[in-house]
């Protein structure tokens, strides 16, 4: 699946948690996901901590309301960030249990990336595994799908 076609794919099936999803279709999301994530964060949370390092080294140390006042601008840059983070959460927590439900593990294992340490690795562990061959509980395979799409019908 290309890039595009994943972050289509995914953005598509927006709330879809029934289903498999193919690795590459998680993986090029989660790049797309991180680019999107660092342009924003770069765009308004750096310009802001500038701006804010700016202001609090010239405010007076009684000044209390300067301080509070740089604060709460430099807080306000976190918004796009947060509302992006808030768009996309519901996608990619389907795409993770679609990659889940790909290794043929219920979409319940999700909760497993609140285990410190272990939890996220076993996840990354079963996102990177290729997927079951064939059917499994979940549906059909997303491989068998995609390249029989690709095969032109015999006339």
């Known amino acids: 699946m290309s890039f595009p076609a994943a972050v289509v794919s995914v953005l598509k099936k927006y709330a879809k948690f029934s289903g498999r999803a193919r690795r590459s279709e998680l993986w090029w999301y989660l790049l797309a996901y991180a680019a999107l994530q660092a342009v924003v964060n770069v765009a308004f949370v750096a310009s802001a901590t500038v701006e804010y390092v700016d202001t609090m080294s010239t405010l007076s140390p009684d000044d209390t309301d300067g301080a509070v006042s740089a604060l709460t601008t430099y807080t306000s840059a976190f918004v796009p960030v947060w509302v992006l983070t ?3 959460l519901l996608p990619t ?4 249990v679609r990659r889940l439900h790909d290794v043929d593990k219920s979409g319940g294992w999700i909760f497993f990336a609140l285990v410190p340490v272990v939890g996220p690795i076993m996840l990354i562990v079963w996102f990177a595994t290729a997927g079951t ?3 499994n509980r979940f549906g059909p395979d997303p491989k068998a799908v995609s390249a029989a799409a690709k095969v032109p019908a015999a006339v």
């Open 93 to 96: 927590l389907a795409v993770y």
């Open 86 to 88: 808030l768009a996309l």
């Open 133 to 135: 061959v064939g059917a």
